[in-house]
């Protein structure tokens, strides 16, 4: 597992010293809106989760931001496939319900007209 590398100024430095100068300048880094100028902030806390989530890549890392807007979309052309998959599933079972009612009538339809046709040729023998 790499190590992590520690540079402040330039100058490569140990995580420990990192640790003190984070609490000399007291910086939290789990309060992301320190970080923030004081409108940023204003408007940040205004923002829903999910926007809050995609601001939040966005400034991490623009191409992960692109990644996430592309999985979106694919999950709902996927939501769209299933609901579009659904409908075609119904539809099958509704055409297979009415094909097996239909066919045992065109079975004695055929017969009926093979009966009819026999029946003509033998009376005009």
Request: aromatic fraction near 6%.
């Amino acid at each position: 597992m790499p190590k992590n590398k520690w540079s402040l100024n330039g100058e490569n430095v140990s995580a420990n010293q990192i640790e003190l100068l984070k609490k000399d300048l007291k910086i939290q880094i789990d309060n992301l809106c320190q970080f923030l100028p004081q409108d940023k902030v204003q408007a940040f806390s205004a923002m829903n989760d999910v926007d809050r989530l995609e601001d939040s890549i966005n400034s991490i890392d623009p191409e992960l931001s692109d990644k996430h807007k592309k999985l979106k979309q694919l999950a709902s052309e996927s939501g769209d496939f299933e609901a579009w998959k659904t409908k075609t599933d119904e539809l099958i079972a509704k055409y297979s319900s009415e094909r097996d009612v239909l066919e045992p009538l065109v079975q004695n339809y055929k017969e009926r007209r093979n009966k009819e046709t026999r029946a003509k040729l033998l009376g005009q023998k």
